[in-house]
Every structure is written in structure tokens, then in C-alpha cells.
């Protein structure tokens, strides 16, 4: 408000020129928005069109005649409730897990001095160095031991314990060190423990960055198909990202129904970034530090 | 003098309560992570195909990469070329995004949607979406730069079709993505103490001053973060290539990660794709050790600087 | 709030352990099958069509088949067989068979065929097929289906430019005086082409077998470095040599990247592809004439082949000692490699099936489907190279690519190729 300090005049060329840098910011912002949307419009031209249409390519970018009864063509041919109920079971879950085992042990990681700690933490980053595929067949084979083959165990029970979760762990280190030393004292000599000041001020403050796993974790199973691909044997089990596939064949496939359910699974995705990054506005006031 | 006292004890108790903190996390790393990770560690001193019974072949993998094979360098080179480049500038794309983003105009929820737009989008759309753009016959970036090439009166750019570019054109097209780090720079951006911003405001510093003595330097955690992150995820970069230009053109974006996929499912050779696992995580670990010491740079709030 | 969300938790966790409602019936023995029509996909229902009317015909097994997109079906069925939890019989590539006889994971057919000898009618099956099913003198695989490339060509085109389908050509130099006169060219840009060696789903192997050539000797050494080699390779690059490569491979980008055919899209007159499209462009409804032909041999000596593959169908051995699955895997190979079923299998879904009375009956009345079959005859599948299974694909495609936009000249492509094939043999040899 340091503004209704400054005199008239000059408080009004400044908010002419704020207008001026405003406008410029959309036109930029409104370019740059084009060269993003191309793909989903392509998208969405391909899911309206004929088989007959798709044959041409790129020839015929429109359709002549858009067949919105693709869409629920593609739904009804796959049993789509049946997956995306499948879908959110696995998926709420392993938000919950992530985010519950990600923000414990990157409390451990940055607030908390225990021995050992700070080579836990590079195998913590190693263990993201390693592909992904040469550990595949012995998890697999190690998951029908103990006879989680033909559940949903394997794809849900290590998100509780941090599996696939070092990308968060880390993520949530830096957001917490990031968290005034201040407040954990204070509360220290207030007589709380760790718990209570994990769950009452590390929380708390790190809202945006607690949203910002549970969003990435939402998004990578989400649309995850190999996962559930190789570790569910039992196709009542499968998810959309998953049963989507089936529209890809040998050579070439349905594009028009693949596209229309894509579209379908991807617009929960947009909804859900939409109102997630509006708590990236507000933001977090911090009371109580001092300078 | 109590409360001292205290403070003393829980430090005492950290040890133990550092431990139970990382303990869900420490449990899934050994329980479920351990016997995977040491049989890829074993398959890396055999020859199994997948289908037969590994055979202990000692360190002939090893050898074999390291002295006679010469996609092994070839794409370890590509491979370090795309992080040298790719990784700091993703951080600055990023970051120029998460700027441009973090202001307070109309429709900035719509807009900031529209740029994570391609993390989400098929991967079928946004490949058709860089061959419209890169095409070098009919691209649109060529024909937008037409008139700079005949007023130069040079060739045409070949884009990922030109050797000598291609490594460069799949960094750009991985660009579209960094809505993804304008994330997690958003996030951070809000973790900045408005404290901070008023004071500066009473002391009438320019918004210029302000990003530079307030705002970057509250943002070194995350663009530490990132950092570290797009070195690992760059050393095994594969997608782009995989989907864009199959390696190609003459084994140009014939990256590691590439090459270990082809090991694995081309030659069924699960043996020598496990060692050159473990090649890459002993070269990536050296070099995030390396990268780790960055870290005195990192300005935290919550800690003594 | 909280209430609600741990509600939710709570409900969710007890739907994820809750078991799956296992539609077998208590009395019967499950078979496990594992193909490549998954729910939603356009072969689905007939699939299971199929499958349910196995299950009714008898009352002592139960066949549980699971659908795969083709793309992801491999990497299943990979880790399955490595992880022995491989399906009771399913589907695979037939020109490997050996490598997965040779580790134990599959039975021996010779022994089921010998004491069964009337269920598989074997003298229906392609004799070259059966040669790639078979390791150390015995079966351990069926040709399920076949396929086989011809030569598509666009009538309307040709009548457009003043020929007729006596026109058709048959000979290299024949493909490439009709392929000039079905070019348009409009300014520097092609509207339409001919004929491109390289376009659809030609590849090399496929005119060195042509030319009485091939990449390796029986010894599986790679060859590729005498001058019969260089000039197949220099007849495909120069066959369209008033263009530049990036010309041809702009007209041809276009589509391909996405998986449509420049043949279906009616961009070229002619072009080699496999089987398949044919059923892809009659099930698109496209409204252009067209027909099949044998692909053009070089003028001298040349051979009638193609390249041709197949899936086979395998039963597989998880070490479990399970002889009543087995027995019902085997009365459901049976069953699928019946004549009835293969031609149910092939008029539902499109494709060539490994039985020839079959197929005989599925073609009778379609001119184009009868001249694909005739072409089956003369296919060839490629040798299965330990060294490099994929030394068609994409050990081969560098090279390949190079010598196509002039980086390398054809000889010197053929060189390194072969070069890098070496040190694959010896790398290979060494781990053994």
C-alpha cells in the first residue's frame, strides 16, 4: 500500500503503465497458450471424426461432420466405470500413501539430526538412478511369493511405504527446510514434540507443496499404464489409462475412440490442476518471524 | 533453565525419532526394494535372456561395454551432451514461466492450466504437434524463418533430421513439458513470507531488486531441487528420442537409456541392460555427489546461513 | 471433513482387498489364455464368442482368456515366461519358438500330436512355419496365423494416367516405367507418387531374398559386403532419385507418424504392404479401386518371395506340475487350431489363419483375399539370430538410414552394418 504514499500524478502514470505491462503480459500469455493447446485441439478434431476421415491424415484436418457419438462409443465399449472406479481405487490410495509417507520421512531429512542420516539420503536419490526396468522381473517375481499376483497390493501397498516416492521425499526436504527454525523452536520450548510440531505447523505451512505431490502423484498413476499392465493379473482390476490401449492395434487402430476416451481421462486431470494451483495464489503468510 | 534442559533431552531423542520419522519409507526401501535391486545387481554379472537360467559370466558384461562396444560411447556421449544443455535450461524455462505466471491478472488460473496442458495430453498428439512445428519441408518454424534463410541465402534447418541439430531440437520439444517445474517454482513462490515483500515496499525497492534480493534467492531450494532432479531424469532421457527420431539420424539421439532398452527388449540381452544399469547409477551418483555440494549455495529459511 | 475423507479411505481400502468374484465354476479345471483382443478392441467379441462356446462344449474345463493391446502384449507375456507365471497357452512370435523351447518353457507338441494324432490336422499347416515351431527334431509351437506383403496397387490412378491392370508390373524395371508415370508433381512439391522402395512395409532382407541374396550365411556370419548387396541397396535409393530424400520422406512423414498408410490415403499408386491393410482399408469404407498383386522381381533371376510371419500358439510349462491343465491347454489347442474355429477366427477377425482349408473357404468369393493366399505360399519368414534378434529393425535401421539420405554411400553403409554385426557376434559369443 506503499502507493497512497506517492503524489497523484505520478500514482497515475504508474498505474497506467501497470495496465500497459498487464496488457502486454496476456498478449504474451495468450501466444504462448496457442503453441500449448495445439496438441489437445488435435485431439479433440481426431475424436470427432470417421474412420473413413482418419484414413486421409492430415489431409482432412476437420471433420466434415463431427461425430460426438464417438465419445460414447468409446465408452460404452470398454467397461468404463467398471476401470474408473478401478482407477480412483488405486489412485486415492496411493495419493494418501504418498503424500503421508513422503512428508514423514522428508521431516526426518530436514528437520531432524539422526545418524546416518545424510547417506540414507543420497540411496534415497540413487534409488532413482537405477531404470526402472532392469528391477521389473525380479519385483514381479518377488510379488508372487508372497501371492500379491491377481490383487491390487502391488500397486497400492508401496506408496504407503515411500515406494516410487523419492521425487516427493525429496521435494517436501526442501519445502520444509525452507520453514522458519523459529517456529519449531518456539513450539519446542512450548513443550510440543515432533509429532505435534510435524502435524501442527510442518503441515500446515506446506499446503502448497503437500498439494503440489498429491497433484503429481494424482497425475502419474493417473495415466499410468504400465504399472497396472504388468502387476494386475486380473483384468476386473485394470484402470482407464490401462483399458484405453485396447483401441491401439498392430496397424494403426481406432485413433477417433482412442482420442474420445483420452479426452474422457484427461479432462479429471485439467479439473483437478485447475483448483489445486488456485492455492498456489494466496499464499502462505507466515506469522511470528521476526525482521 | 528447564526449558533448556529440554531442548537438550529431545535432542538426545532425535536420533531415534529421525529413524521412526524415515521408518515407513526406510521399511518399503528394504522390504520391498532390497531383493529387486540386488538381483539386478546379480543379473549384471550373468547372461540372462529372460527366459533361460542366468549363467555367471563374472565381469564379461562389464568388460564387453567398457572396451569393446561402441554404441556404449556413442550414446554415453549423446547422453551427456542432452544434460549439459538440457538441464539448465529446462531450470530457466521453468523459472520464466513461474514468473510469468505468478501474477495476479484475470484468467491466470485459465492460462497456468494451459500450460501444463502437454504434461497431460497424449503423447501421439504432442508428437504430431513437434512435426507440424520441426517438419524441415513443411513445418511451420521453417516457414515461419523463410524469409531469414533467403535473405542469408542459407539451407533450410533440418531440425531433428540434421545430425548436427537433433540433440538440440529434442531439448526444445522437451521444453513444452516444463509446466511441470513451473510447478513446483509456483509452490515455492508462495512460501515466500509477504513479510519480506512489504518491508522491501516500504524501502522502495523496483520489482527488478526485489526478484533478484528476495525472491530468487527464497527460490534456491526448489531450483536446487530441480536441478538434481533433471540430472538424474536427463542421464535416462529415452522417450522423446524413442517416440521423435528412433535414435536416429545416424544414431544422433541414440541416447544410454535408449540403448538399454534395446538390450533389453531388441537383444533380450536382461544381463548387459542390468550392468549398464549399474553403470549409469555409479556415473549419476558421482556426479549428483558433485552436484550436492551446491547445496551451501541453497538459501533456507530454517536454517543458519 | 476429516470424517468424511477417512470414510472414504476406509471404504476404498476394503474395495481394493476385497477378492476378485472369480467367474470359474468350482467343478471345472481353469485354463489360462492369453491374446491380443482386449475388451473394447474390435475383435473382442468374437474372442470370447469363441471362447464360451469351448466352455459349453465340454464340462470338465473352463478357458479364462485375457485380452492385451498388441503393444503391450509382449512385455506381458515377457515377464510372465521369466517370472514362470506364463498363461496355461497363449499367443507368441513363431520365428523365436526355439530360444523358449530350447529354456524348457513350453511343451512338446510331438508328444501330445503322437498320442492324439488325429487332433491337429498338421498337413494344413504351412510346412515352412512348421520348420521355425520346431527345435531339435520336435514341435513346441503351432502356426496360429499368417501373414504375408504384396504389392497394392490404386486402380483409379492407374486409369487416371492411361493404364489399365495389364499394366500392373512384375519386374523391377516394369515397377519403375509405370511408378514414373503415376508421379504428379506440382511445383517442387509431389502430390502424388508411384512407387518408393522404401515406403510401407518393404525392407531390404525382403528384395535381397528377391534377388537370390541374404544378410547372413548359414552360419548366421553376416554376408552384406559383395556388390549383388551395394546394388539392391543402390536400386532402392535411386528409384526415385529426381526427388531429394527429404522430399520423399516429408510426403511420406506426414502420415506415417500417425500410423496412416500413404496406400489408404491415396497419396502413392503402389506400394508394398503386409496383409493386414487390406482389411484396414475395407473396414475404413474407403472408395477407391484397388487389387493385389505378386511384389515385381528384379528382371534377372529373380525369386517369388516375401517376407511373412506369423503368431504361434504355445502351451506353456511353468514347472508347476499341472498335468490336467495341461491336458485342457491341449484340448483347447485343439479346439483353436480346428478348422472351424481358424475360419471363424479368420472371417471375424480379418486375418490370415495358419489353416489352409480354412482359409480356402474364408477367400472363396473375394478376388483380392485368394491373391493374398496365393502369396502365403511364397513367404518366407527371417532367421531368428541370437546374436541380434532384431538385426532386421533397429540394428539394421542406422545404417539403413544413412546410406538412404546419401550420409554414407551404400557400400560403405553395408560395411559399418556389417562391421557392427561382428562385434555383436563376438560380444555375444563371449557371454556364452
Same mark, same amino acid.
Given at each position: ?7 497523484? #500524478? ?6 497506467? &503503465? ?171 520450548? /512450548? ?42 493379473? +486380473? ?33 479429471? !486431470? ?22 | ?61 562389464? &568388460? ?54 502437454? +504434461? ?14 520441426? #517438419? ?129 527388449? +531388441? ?39 | ?44 467379441? /468374437? ?36 517370472? &514362470? ?7 507368441? !512370435?513363431?520365428? /523365436? ?18 498320442? =492324439? ?36 496397387? +490404386? ?75 551395394? =546394388? ?12 531429394? &530424400? ?176 561382428? #562385434? ?9
Amino acid at each position: 500500500m506503499s502507493e497512497l504514499m506517492l503524489p497523484k #500524478q505520478k500514482y497515475r502514470s504508474r498505474k497506467k &503503465r501497470a495496465r500497459i505491462v498487464r496488457l502486454i503480459l496476456h498478449i504474451v500469455l495468450l501466444l504462448c497458450s496457442l503453441v500449448f493447446v495445439f496438441p489437445f485441439l488435435w485431439m479433440l478434431v481426431t475424436a470427432l471424426k470417421t474412420p473413413a476421415e482418419l484414413l486421409r491424415g492430415i489431409d482432412v484436418f476437420f471433420p466434415a461432420k463431427p461425430q460426438w457419438s464417438n465419445f460414447i462409443d468409446a465408452v460404452q465399449k470398454i467397461p468404463f466405470f467398471m476401470y474408473l472406479k478401478n482407477s480412483l481405487i488405486i489412485v486415492v490410495l496411493v495419493v494418501f500413501g504418498t503424500v503421508m509417507s513422503a512428508t514423514t520421512a522428508a521431516y526426518a531429512f530436514a528437520k531432524l539430526r539422526w545418524k546416518g542420516r545424510d547417506k540414507w539420503f543420497i540411496v534415497m536419490l540413487a534409488t532413482m538412478m537405477l531404470p526402472i526396468q532392469v528391477i521389473l522381473i525380479p519385483t514381479y517375481v518377488m510379488y508372487s511369493w508372497i501371492g500379491w499376483l491377481g490383487t491390487r497390493l502391488p500397486m497400492i501397498v508401496p506408496a504407503f511405504f515411500g515406494g516410487g516416492a523419492a521425487f516427493y521425499i525429496f521435494l517436501m526436504r526442501q519445502f520444509f527446510k525452507g520453514i522458519p527454525k523459529e517456529l519449531t523452536e518456539s513450539a519446542i520450548i /512450548d513443550g510440543a514434540n515432533h509429532f505435534q510440531i510435524f502435524l501442527k505447523i510442518m503441515l500446515p505451512l506446506s499446503k502448497p507443496a503437500i498439494v503440489t505431490v498429491a497433484l503429481f502423484t494424482f497425475m502419474g498413476t493417473w495415466n499410468d499404464y504400465f504399472g497396472p499392465l504388468i502387476f494386475l493379473s +486380473n483384468p476386473d482390476h485394470w484402470t482407464l489409462a490401462l483399458g484405453l490401449r485396447a483401441f491401439q492395434t498392430q496397424y494403426g487402430g481406432q485413433y477417433n475412440l482412442m482420442m474420445a476416451a483420452s479426452i474422457l481421462i484427461m479432462l479429471p !486431470t485439467l479439473i483437478i490442476f485447475f483448483f489445486a494451483q488456485k492455492t498456489f495464489i494466496e499464499g502462505i503468510k507466515f506469522t511470528g518471524i521476526k525482521g | 533453565m528447564g526449558k533448556t534442559i529440554s531442548i537438550i533431552k529431545m535432542r538426545k531423542q532425535e536420533n531415534l525419532i529421525g529413524y521412526l520419522f524415515a521408518s515407513p519409507w526406510l521399511f518399503g526401501l528394504i522390504v520391498l526394494g532390497f531383493f529387486p535391486i540386488l538381483m539386478s545387481f546379480y543379473f549384471s554379472f550373468t547372461n540372462y535372456n529372460m527366459v533361460s537360467a542366468p549363467k555367471i559370466i563374472w565381469f564379461e558384461n562389464y &568388460r564387453i561395454l567398457l572396451t569393446n562396444d561402441n554404441l556404449f560411447w556413442k550414446s554415453l556421449g549423446n547422453t551427456l551432451y542432452h544434460v549439459v544443455i538440457a538441464v539448465p535450461l529446462g531450470i530457466f524455462v521453468g523459472l520464466f514461466l513461474a514468473f510469468l505466471l505468478n501474477s495476479k491478472i484475470k484468467g491466470i488460473s485459465i492460462y497456468r492450466t494451459l500450460f501444463y496442458l502437454p +504434461n497431460v495430453v497424449s503423447v501421439v498428439a504432442m508428437t504430431l504437434l513437434w512435426m507440424w512445428l520441426f #517438419q524441415p519441408n513443411f513445418g511451420l518454424i521453417n516457414q515461419l524463418l523463410k524469409p531469414l534463410y533467403e535473405l542469408f541465402k542459407m539451407e533450410p534447418l533440418g531440425w531433428y533430421l540434421d545430425q548436427d541439430l537433433s540433440k538440440l531440437t529434442l531439448i526444445l520439444m522437451g521444453l513444452w513439458t516444463a509446466g511441470g517445474s513451473m510447478v513446483i517454482y509456483l509452490a515455492q513462490m508462495q512460501d515466500i513470507p509477504i513479510t519480506l515483500y512489504e518491508s522491501a515496499d516500504i524501502d522502495g525497492a523496483s520489482w527488478f531488486k526485489k526478484m533478484i534480493h528476495i525472491t530468487l534467492p527464497l527460490m534456491t531450494p526448489s531450483i536446487f531441487f530441480n536441478f538434481i532432479m533433471g540430472l538424474i531424469g536427463s542421464f535416462q532421457v529415452f522417450t522423446i528420442a524413442y517416440i521423435m527420431t528412433g535414435g536416429g539420424p545416424s544414431r544422433s539421439t541414440y541416447y544410454y537409456a535408449y540403448y538399454l532398452f534395446d538390450k533389453m527388449m +531388441n537383444d533380450n540381452a536382461m544381463g548387459m541392460a542390468s550392468a549398464m544399469a549399474w553403470i549409469l547409477l555409479v556415473i549419476v551418483l558421482i556426479v549428483t555427489v558433485f552436484a550436492l555440494r551446491l547445496n551451501k549455495y541453497v538459501f533456507y529459511l530454517g536454517e543458519d546461513s | 471433513m476429516k470424517k468424511f475423507l477417512s470414510i472414504l479411505l476406509l471404504g476404498l481400502l476394503s474395495l481394493a482387498l476385497y477378492g476378485c468374484n472369480d467367474d470359474t465354476p468350482t467343478d471345472r479345471i481353469e485354463i489360462t489364455f492369453w491374446h491380443m483382443s482386449p475388451v473394447g478392441s474390435a475383435s473382442f467379441s /468374437d474372442t470370447r464368442r469363441i471362447i464360451t462356446e469351448f466352455n459349453q462344449s465340454q464340462d470338465v474345463y473352463f478357458v479364462k482368456g485375457t485380452g492385451f493391446s498388441f503393444w503391450d502384449y509382449w512385455d506381458k507375456i515377457a515377464v510372465a515366461i521369466s517370472s &514362470r507365471t506364463a498363461p496355461d497357452i497363449g499367443l507368441s !512370435t513363431i520365428d /523365436d519358438v526355439p530360444i523358449r523351447a530350447e529354456a524348457g518353457v513350453l511343451y512338446n507338441l510331438s508328444e501330445l500330436i503322437e498320442a =492324439d494324432p488325429d487332433g491337429i490336422e498338421i498337413d494344413q499347416l504351412y510346412d515352412s512355419q512348421l520348420s521355425f515351431a520346431t527345435y531339435d527334431g520336435h514341435l513346441y509351437a503351432l502356426p496360429f496365423t499368417a501373414t504375408t506383403r504384396v504389392l497394392y496397387y +490404386n486402380l483409379d490412378m492407374f486409369t487416371a494416367a492411361g493404364l489399365s491392370a495389364d499394366d500392373v508390373p512384375t519386374t523391377w524395371s516394369e515397377l519403375h516405367t509405370v511408378a514414373k508415370q503415376l508421379d504428379i508433381v506440382q511445383g517442387s512439391s509431389i502430390q502424388q507418387l508411384g512407387f518408393d522402395p522404401t515406403y510401407g512395409n518393404a525392407t531390404y532382407h525382403g528384395y535381397l531374398w528377391q534377388a537370390g541374396l541374404d544378410f547372413f550365411d548359414e552360419d548366421l556370419n553376416p554376408t552384406l559386403n559383395t556388390q549383388g548387396h551395394i =546394388d539392391v541397396l543402390q536400386w532402392m535409393i535411386d528409384f526415385n532419385s529426381e526427388f531429394t &530424400r527429404s522430399q520423399l520422406t516429408a510426403f511420406g512423414d506426414a502420415n506415417t507418424m500417425l500410423g496412416i498408410n500413404p496406400f489408404a490415403g491415396e497419396r502413392v499408386a503402389m506400394m508394398i504392404e503386409v496383409d493386414s491393410l487390406y482389411q484396414t482399408i475395407k473396414e475404413a469404407g474407403a472408395d477407391f479401386n484397388f487389387g493385389v498383386t505378386s511384389i515385381p522381381v528384379p528382371d534377372d533371376g529373380g525369386i517369388r518371395v516375401n517376407w511373412g510371419s506369423g503368431f504361434s500358439v504355445e502351451m506353456y510349462d511353468n514347472n508347476k506340475n499341472t498335468p490336467d491343465k495341461k491336458a485342457g491347454a491341449w484340448e483347447f489347442l485343439k479346439y483353436l487350431m480346428s478348422k472351424d474355429t481358424q475360419k471363424d477366427l479368420s472371417e471375424t477377425n480379418g486375418w490370415i489363419m495358419a489353416h489352409q482349408g480354412a482359409m480356402l473357404e474364408v477367400a472363396e468369393g473375394d478376388a483380392i483375399m485368394t491373391r493374398i493366399l496365393e502369396e502365403v505360399a511364397y513367404a518366407r519368414d527371417k532367421v531368428y539370430v541370437p546374436y541380434a534378434p532384431s538385426w532386421h529393425g533397429n540394428d539394421w535401421q542406422s545404417y539403413y538410414n544413412d546410406a538412404l539420405t546419401g550420409k554414407k554411400t551404400a557400400a560403405q553403409a553395408l560395411a559399418d552394418a556389417r562391421a557392427n554385426y561382428l #562385434q555383436k557376434k563376438a560380444n555375444w559369443e563371449a557371454t556364452r
